[in-house]
């Protein structure tokens, strides 16, 4: 049963402090999502890729956050220097083109205090 | 950019009663919908979707309609049961793109 993978699955840290939260996508998908849900946004997409190409991270606050794929098995998220207004839930989702559907990682609970 | 947006935000029934949530969406080229559910704690997963070029998809005790006309579609859940609750997220697509683009959620509660 492939699924997404998610690290880490909780991180608690300080205000200030460098955060990055990894994917690995379902192999053989081209497109890798990252959302983030709060109580009061839902699900807010930051950034995606297709065939490893960002294609649009208009989401993303550029000054602190950043979105990178390495290579087809890792997507990465960073957040320089964090911020308690970054608390949220991320979640990384990947999809085939073909079919539309996503999968969701069980996701990144980060608690910035 | 596609706009959805989806009502309620909240909706309470009892067990064995019907529940519908409503979406509309901007952008007359989106041609799939899909809908994902969230448990508490989980993450989102597709339980059905449908595409523009039919009116109406059933699973069991869901179904999905969609109005191109008036760019709505609907969920609807019959003989509800306590595991139908959770979040409940709409999305649209753009032609070609399967870029979704979500509703805020329904975070539907059903009461034994």
């Known amino acids: 049963d492939a699924r997404v993978t998610q690290t880490p699955r909780h991180k608690v840290t300080e205000m200030g402090q460098e955060v990055t939260m990894r994917c690995q996508p379902i192999l053989g998908h081209n497109t890798v999502f990252w959302y983030r849900q709060t109580m009061m946004q839902g699900l807010e997409l930051l950034a995606y890729?297709?065939?490893?190409?960002?294609?649009?991270d208009s989401g993303m606050p550029k000054d602190r956050f950043s979105a990178e794929m390495p290579d087809a098995t890792l997507a990465t998220l960073k957040i320089q220097p964090s911020e308690p207004r970054d608390s949220a839930v991320y979640f990384c989702?990947?999809?085939?083109?073909?079919?539309?559907?996503?999968?969701f990682g069980e996701g990144s609970r980060l608690t910035v205090l | 950019g596609e706009n959805v947006e989806q009502h309620p935000s909240t909706l309470s029934v009892q067990e064995g009663d019907s529940a519908v949530i409503k979406c509309t969406y901007s952008d007359s080229a989106s041609n799939y919908f899909p809908w994902y559910k969230q448990e508490l704690g989980k993450r989102p997963q597709l339980i059905i979707d449908i595409r523009s070029n039919v009116g109406e998809k059933k699973d069991q005790r869901i179904a999905v309609t969609l109005n191109k006309t008036a760019k709505h579609f609907s969920l609807h859940i019959t003989e509800t049961q306590p595991e139908d609750s959770a979040v409940y997220f709409c999305?649209?697509?753009?032609?070609?793109?399967?870029?979704?683009?979500f509703g805020r959620g329904t975070s539907l509660i059903v009461h034994p």
């Open positions: 999305a649209a697509s753009l032609r070609g793109s399967y870029i979704p683009t």
């Open positions: 890729f297709r065939n490893r190409a960002p294609l649009d």
């Open positions: 989702a990947s999809a085939n083109r073909g079919t539309g559907e996503l999968f």
